[in-house]
């Protein structure tokens, strides 16, 4: 979705699907490593499903701006946008974290919820930024 125009487009602005493949996968595959390497008790399989179902606030969110974006361009439009991603950003923060912190040891909680903030943010970054 976050992919405009046809599949063989080159110069369209918007991210290809190789690079939020990419920065997903990684993304993900990083933040679960991080957490086996903390100590933290949770399977290396169900931690990538947890961030990866995690992410449906956010592909909502994408639904919404896009439809946002078929309106005329403004600072209201922008300010709709914002407030969505914002609202979804948090929404999947509070999901993933409140599963994947309680698998870690209490001291070391913060060291596993901030890649997981950075992963999500990196995500809503792309798509406020997207404009067809």
């Known amino acids: 979705m976050l992919q405009r125009g046809s599949a063989d487009s080159e110069?369209?602005?918007?991210?290809?699907f190789a690079e939020v493949f990419v920065i997903i996968w990684f993304g993900a595959v990083t933040i679960t490593l991080n957490s086996?390497?903390?100590?933290?008790?949770?399977?290396?399989?169900?931690?990538?499903?947890?961030?990866?179902?995690?992410?449906?606030?956010?592909?909502v969110a994408l639904l919404v701006c896009r439809l946002v974006l078929l309106a005329k361009p403004g600072p209201i439009n922008f300010i709709v946008r914002l407030f969505v991603v914002i609202m979804m950003f948090a929404w999947s923060i509070v999901a993933s974290t409140a599963f994947l912190a309680d698998s870690q040891p209490p001291n070391r909680k913060a060291l596993a919820v901030y890649p997981v903030?950075?992963?999500?943010?990196?995500?809503?970054?792309?798509?406020?930024?997207?404009?067809?």
């Open 36 to 59: 086996k390497l903390l100590g933290g008790n949770i399977s290396f399989f169900q931690s990538l499903c947890v961030l990866g179902y995690c992410i449906l606030p956010l592909t």
């Open 11 to 16: 110069n369209d602005g918007g991210p290809q």
């Open 117 to 132: 903030f950075l992963f999500y943010f990196v995500i809503s970054w792309m798509i406020l930024t997207f404009t067809p």
